[in-house]
Each structure stands twice: as structure tokens, then as C-alpha cells.
């Protein structure tokens, strides 16, 4: 049997496979119509922020225009509807994500704001001096720093599973740092600066084993492939909208119903309340009891526009046609000498890291700019595991389903340019 990469691969070579259309999709995003310093915008840095299509644009305008209103409040038309249009998004990322009740799904800023309300609400209750909580090495800072906030304020520890030189967690050490001791797992789905896909459900597992649930953060891992949180079985997952196709400033967090049911708020204000008095609050049921003050309402509309063009395009085919141009970008930059990719575990999504001999990575970036071509350079919010792989910074080319081999063939041809420059 030939594997689904190779499937994918040579779906590629002889055009599309079946039932996706990247030139079709393409109009659905103006954004990529457009010309940089004379060229034709070639779009590689959606790990950073991902392109909007037509759909949530509009989706967003229409709210402004017609729609706009407070939630959970009103009693007039367009306060109802405007509730209504917020509550369908919630039920929108709960079948999106497969979770039981859209209950289970908080609204948020985006996934650092999710991992923070995890951190301080079931952390703090949960955590005490001696507890241990394990993230891995390839963490974004997101999935860092608000559990060490968590530690110097419980007396908690941090361990940290280590990864090999692909860039693929230990899981041997994983499964030895799991002891009496552990009190929470937080990984990420797919690293944003190495592309690794975890296995998640076996960590999960493992970690259930002992008794200890498990945060995921989802950022990178939504836009690229299909995320069952009951197949999963993660007690919280994080995703942020703007990751996702979607407007910023809006994220969700899921977390499994009893467990934000026996959390404690994680901000006070209006909306999060069920009566106020100055001797005694009474909080509001889940969700809302999370949800402080007005949410990014046209934000959450915007993401359940997204989610329902994402689902039209079709999760699994966007998955392996991004296999595909992933195969072809590995192929073209490791053709290229002098450039090491760092991130080669055998499970990726589309990103590529990679440094040039000899050449900043800022440089690299600034010289693809020129020829329109917009990649990110930097540590990638993830300074920790580029200290692993020895560098301080690397070049990074992420791809979306609406980028193409073309786009990808003068990604290879501008470093090309760059080497002999600086050759
Ligand atoms: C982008 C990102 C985050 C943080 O998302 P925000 O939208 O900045 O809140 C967290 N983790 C990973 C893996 C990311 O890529």
C-alpha cells in the first residue's frame, strides 16, 4: 500500500487531486491579487497570520452594517440577532472541532489568552508547591511563559520533554518524566517553527494513564488538518481565529464541561455574572461564566464564516494537497546549497525553517521582500527550541492551502539569488 504522502505526491504531479482547485480557491482570497514592489505577492508567512477569504470579509462587514449590536442583553431585534448570529458561531466551532455541547466552547482573544485562562483558572485551583507540569521543547512562548507565571506562583515545576534532531519529541522521556507528582501536560499540535505534528492522542493517552489531563494548543494544527477533540479525548484545546482564516483578536478555548464547570472565572465584570451584590456575586453558568465584558462579537461571526468555508473546501482534501506542496518545497530547498531545513520529523504540516550558510536569515527575508515574496524571520515566538538546533534565528516559509508549486518554484529560485549574492 502507498502511503498517503505518496498519494498526494503524485496527485500533484498530474494537476490537483481530485475535487480540490487552488486556482479556485486563490479568488477567494483578494488579498493575494494584489502586486508587492512589482511582483506578484507570493503569501508564505500564514503561520504568522493566515489570508481572510471573501466569505469572512463579508461576514464581518455585514455585521458592521446591519447587524451590530451587544449580546445577551437586549431585548430589541438586533441585539437578538446579533446574540443569535454569536451563539450560532459557538455551535459552529463546537461541530468543527467535534466537541459534545457548545458549552464546552469559551470565546477568547486568541490561543495565548486561552492558555492563560487554563493556567490561572484550572491551574491555580489545581497546582500547589512540589506539582509538576510537563511542556515540550518545541513550545511557542504562548505555551511557555504562562505556565512559569503559574509556577512562581504555586511553587509548581516545569519539565520539559526533550526532541531529536528532526525535531521530534522523546517519548521515552515523556513517559519517564510522567510521575506521582505531575499534575498537568501541555503540548502543541503542530509546532509553528519546526512543523512537527505531535502525537497528541498517545500523549493524551499516556498522560490519562497517570490521571493527568492534557492542554493542547491547536494554533498551528487547525488550519491544516481535521481536530476531533472526543476522538482526542484533550481536556482543553486552543486555537486562535486569525490562525484559521479568520479575524484576529478572536480565539476559543474547549475545555471538557466538568472541568470549566469546577473552575473558578478567570476575569470578573459583566456578562460572567448571574446577580451582583456588594456582600456576594453569582457567577453565570458555562460558558459565560468565562466571558467577561463584551466579547469580539464580529470576530466570533467572522470565525464561524470561516469554519463554514473551510468545511466546504473540505478539511481532509486542503490536508493532502498541502502534503503534496509540502513534498515539492522540501524537495526544492534541500536542492539548494548551503541551506540546512530545520524541522524534518517525519509527521509535518507546511512550514519550513531553514538557515543559509553565511547569510542572516534577516537578510534572507528582506531580499525575497523585494521579489514579493513575504516569509518570516526571527525566532518565531519559540526562542527555546531554536536554542536546541543551535541558531538564533532561522528563515521560515509557512504555506495555506491557497499557495501554489509556482509560488513555491520562485520561493527556491529568489534563494537561489540569495546564495550566489552572497556566494
Ligand atoms: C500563533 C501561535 C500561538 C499564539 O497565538 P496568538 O494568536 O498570538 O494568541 C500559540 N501557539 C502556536 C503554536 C502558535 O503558532
Redesign the pocket.
Known amino acids: 500500500m502507498r502511503t498517503i504522502n505518496e498519494l498526494a505526491a503524485q496527485e500533484t504531479l498530474r494537476g490537483r487531486p481530485a475535487g480540490f482547485d487552488v486556482e479556485r480557491v486563490r479568488q477567494d482570497f483578494p488579498i493575494l491579487r494584489q502586486q508587492v514592489h512589482g511582483k506578484p505577492l507570493v503569501y508564505l508567512d500564514s503561520?504568522?497570520?493566515s489570508q481572510k477569504p471573501q466569505v469572512v470579509i463579508d461576514a464581518v462587514t455585514r455585521y458592521y452594517q446591519a447587524e451590530n449590536s451587544n449580546v445577551h442583553r437586549g431585548i430589541h431585534l438586533l441585539s437578538e440577532r446579533a446574540t443569535e448570529l454569536f451563539e450560532d458561531a459557538r455551535a459552529k466551532v463546537a461541530r468543527f472541532l467535534n466537541a459534545s455541547d457548545a458549552r464546552e466552547i469559551i470565546f477568547v482573544?486568541?490561543?495565548?489568552?486561552?492558555?492563560n485562562l487554563v493556567a490561572q483558572s484550572y491551574g491555580k485551583m489545581s497546582l500547589k508547591a512540589g506539582d509538576e507540569i510537563i511542556i515540550s521543547a518545541m513550545?511557542?512562548?504562548?505555551?511557555i511563559v504562562p505556565w512559569q507565571i503559574l509556577c512562581q506562583e504555586t511553587g509548581a515545576a516545569l519539565r520539559v520533554i526533550p526532541i531529536n534532531d528532526d525535531g521530534e519529541l522523546l517519548m521515552d522521556e515523556f513517559k519517564k518524566l510522567l510521575n506521582a507528582r505531575t499534575r498537568l501536560v501541555s503540548v502543541?499540535?503542530?509546532?509553528?517553527a519546526l512543523g512537527t505534528i505531535n502525537p497528541v492522542k498517545q500523549i493524551i493517552e499516556m498522560a490519562h494513564s497517570h490521571g493527568v489531563p492534557v492542554v493542547i494548543?491547536?494554533?498551528?494544527a487547525a488550519p491544516h488538518l481535521s481536530v476531533d477533540v472526543r476522538a482526542l479525548d484533550c481536556d482543553f484545546y486552543?486555537l486562535?481565529?486569525?490562525?484559521l482564516f479568520a479575524p484576529?483578536g478572536i480565539?476559543i478555548v474547549f475545555g471538557k464541561a466538568h472541568l470549566l464547570e469546577a473552575m473558578p472565572p478567570y476575569q470578573g465584570g459583566g456578562d460572567m455574572i448571574l446577580s451582583v451584590t456588594f456582600e456576594r456575586t453569582l457567577y453565570n453558568v458555562v460558558p459565560f461564566k468565562f466571558e467577561a465584558g463584551t466579547p469580539h462579537i464580529a470576530g466570533a461571526i467572522g470565525l464561524g464564516a470561516a469554519i463554514d468555508y473551510l468545511t466546504e473546501v473540505g478539511l481532509d482534501k486542503i490536508a493532502a494537497y498541502e502534503r503534496g506542496l509540502l513534498a515539492h518545497a522540501t524537495d526544492a530547498l534541500a536542492a539548494i546549497p548551503g541551506l540546512r531545513i530545520i524541522g524534518t520529523a517525519k509527521e509535518k504540516a507546511g512550514i519550513l525553517s531553514f538557515v543559509l550558510d553565511g547569510v542572516h536569515p534577516h537578510d534572507i527575508g528582506t531580499i525575497l521582500d523585494q521579489d514579493g515574496i513575504a516569509i518570516r524571520t526571527g525566532h518565531?515566538?519559540?526562542q527555546p527550541v531554536l536554542q536546541r538546533f543551535g541558531v538564533p534565528a532561522t528563515a521560515r516559509a509557512s504555506l495555506a492551502f491557497y499557495n501554489t508549486r509556482e509560488e513555491i518554484d520562485a520561493l527556491a529560485r529568489a534563494i537561489h539569488k540569495v546564495t550566489t549574492l552572497f556566494g
Open positions: 503561520a504568522a497570520t482573544r486568541g490561543a495565548t489568552e486561552g492558555i513550545e511557542h512562548h504562548s505555551n502543541v499540535h503542530v509546532s509553528n494548543d491547536g494554533a498551528q486552543v486562535s481565529g486569525h490562525k484576529t480565539g518565531h515566538c519559540a
